[in-house]
Nanobody, 127 residues
């Protein structure tokens, strides 16, 4: 069992930055990969980024590459998403997820590739 709690969302203006955090508890965090997804109103949940168990490999959606940075601190049982140069289209609820079971790289960007989810944190980018 894994429990995930996101924090750090808020209302910001275009061009601003935010850092999201995901605090994990339960199973030892260094034993599983983690990811960020987001869901805008009326849209499906979409992949944002993924980080491997120890943080050596990271993956990004094309829409955020170069602006967002995923990282993790296993000693603190926490994953982060640094979001820079935010745009209105980044507005969504952001969810962190844990992938305890390895299903192959085809599942890195799919919700089905993750076993546990947090409750989400709202990010709103608006002038």
């Amino acid at each position: 069992q894994v429990q995930l709690v996101e924090s750090g969302g808020g209302l910001v203006q275009p061009g601003d930055s935010l850092r999201l955090s995901c605090a994990a508890s339960g199973r030892t965090v260094s034993t599983y990969a983690m990811g960020w997804f987001r869901q805008a109103p009326g849209k499906e949940r979409e992949f944002v980024s993924r980080i491997s168990r120890i943080g050596g490999n990271t993956y990004y959606a094309d829409s955020v590459r170069g602006r967002f940075t995923i990282s993790r601190d296993n000693a603190e049982n926490t994953m982060y998403l640094q979001m820079n140069t935010l745009k209105p289209e980044d507005t969504a609820i952001y969810y962190c997820a844990a992938a305890l079971t390895y299903r192959g790289s085809d599942y890195y960007r799919k919700t089905a590739g993750y076993d546990y989810w947090g409750q989400g944190t709202q990010v709103t980018v608006s002038s």
